[in-house]
C-alpha cells in the first residue's frame, strides 16, 4: 500500500450491502488520492482516514453483529475524530433507539427510529401505502442558517434517490436533518451533525447524484 495514500474503510461487519457500496466508493473515489477497503479489522477502522457504514436488513441483527465482530468500538472511536458516512441501517444505527425489536443505538445523533404506520392509508394517485417504502423518491435538501450540508454540493434540490425501508430515523434537533423525503407525511433521509452524514436511501443505488454525494464526502472538511 502506498504510505501516502488516504485510506476510506467501508466497515464488513457482516450486514452491509458491501460490494455495491464499496464499488460505488471506489468509482466515486477516482482520481481523489483515496484507497478504498472494505475491512473487518478494528484497527483498520481506526487507521482510515474516512469511515462508511452501510447496513441492511433489520436493526437488531445489525447491532449485534457490530458487537459481536468487535467492530462497535472502533466505529464509535471513527465518528468521535473522522468523516463517517452511514448508509440505510447504517444511519438508523446511528441514532439512540429503535422500534424495530426494541433496539439501543449507538446514541451518535439523538432521536429515534420508527415504523411508518401507513395502513389503510391511500397516495394521492389513490394506490395504498406499501411498507417497506420500496423505490424512487424525491428529497429536499434542509437548509440551516441559509445553506444546504456541503455533501449536497452540486446535487439539484428535489432529486431523485433510492429508498428500501420500513423504519425512519426521527432526529430529536430538527437541525439534525439535513435531507427529507416524503412518504404518508415528511422523514428524514439524511442526517448529519459534526463530522457524521448519513442517509436512509442507498447513493450506490442512486445513479450519479448518489456517486456525487460519495465523492463529495471525501472531499468534505467538517
Known sequence: MNSEAKTV???????????SVSQAVQVAA??????VIVTAQPDAVRAADRVVLPGQGAM????????ESGLLESV?????SKPLFGVCVGMQMLLDHSAEGDTPGLG??????????????TQPDGSRYKVPQMGWNRVRQARHAGSAHPVWAGVPDDSYFY???SFYARPANPL????????????AAAVARDNIFATQFHPEKSAEHGLALYRNFLHWKP
Open 9 to 19: 474503510a467501508v466497515v464488513d461487519y457482516g450486514m452491509g450491502n458491501l460490494r
Open 30 to 35: 477516482q482520481g481523489s488520492g483515496f484507497q
Open 60 to 67: 437488531p441483527d445489525c447491532m449485534r453483529e457490530l458487537r
Open 76 to 80: 464509535l472511536d471513527a465518528a468521535a
Open 108 to 121: 451518535l445523533i439523538p432521536g429515534e427510529v420508527l415504523k411508518f404506520d401507513l395502513a389503510g392509508r
Open 163 to 165: 429508498f428500501v425501508h
Open 176 to 187: 439534525h436533518c439535513v435531507g427529507e423525503a416524503d412518504y404518508g407525511g415528511p422523514f
